[in-house]
């Protein structure tokens, strides 16, 4: 079993890439304790509209990634200010 655990700073308007989901199972939390809103997915035309809010309470998504050599998510803001968020991944390798 592996944890990565991390912190992100995600800029004012701007798409950044935040971690890669490795191929099979695993499963990732997200959280934040402040701020604008942070939106994740899997697309850098990402907005508030088609993302995953991350929420103050930790939420955790359970998942199978087929994609070989995993799958890249990205966060932004959708706003003119800069936040943060934090993030633990756990998978069964």
Do not use: R
């Amino acid at each position: 079993m592996t944890v990565v655990m991390g912190n992100v700073a995600v800029p004012a308007n701007a798409t950044v890439p935040v971690f890669l989901l490795p191929t099979g199972l695993s499963n990732f939390t997200v959280f934040q304790q402040s701020g604008p809103t942070v939106y994740v997915g899997s697309s850098t035309a990402l907005t508030n509209k088609n993302g995953l809010p991350i929420p103050v309470s930790p939420a955790n998504v359970e998942t199978y990634n087929s994609t070989g050599g995993g799958t890249m998510f990205y966060a932004t803001t959708a706003s003119t200010l800069p936040s943060s968020f934090q993030f633990i991944i756990s998978t069964a390798q």
